[in-house]
């Protein structure tokens, strides 16, 4: 059985960095594309980021530059680096590879 866990939200004020881990078991990384996405309160669920398989990495707008996903395989975990966060990143952060989704980590931004 495959399951992912996401962990490392919390409660932060504007300006500070997470930073969110996805593990996984049931199954490795390796050689699946691995997605970061996110639903703020009262929206739709958005991608943020994604690693894929071959390690590219792609980012919403709205965090290039701030966000940074990497991945270690050997560890089975993937990884979310957030800097400069705003309240605007305020969500539940899930991870998502193939057709599996983790229970999601909250961060929350305060002004």
């Known amino acids: 059985q495959v399951q992912l866990l996401e962990s490392g939200g919390g409660l932060v004020q504007a300006g500070a960095s997470l930073r969110l881990s996805c593990s996984a078991s049931g199954r490795t990384f390796s050689g699946y594309p691995v997605t970061w996405y996110r639903r703020a309160p009262g929206k739709e669920r958005e991608f943020v980021a994604v690693?894929?398989?071959?390690?590219?990495?792609y980012y919403t707008n709205s965090v290039k530059g701030r966000f940074t996903i990497s991945r270690d395989d050997a560890q089975e975990t993937v990884y979310l680096e957030m800097t400069s966060l705003n309240p605007e990143d305020t969500a539940m952060y899930y991870c998502n590879m193939d057709q599996y989704w983790g229970p999601g980590t909250l961060v929350t931004v305060s002004s």
């Open positions: 690693s894929t398989k071959s390690g590219q990495t």
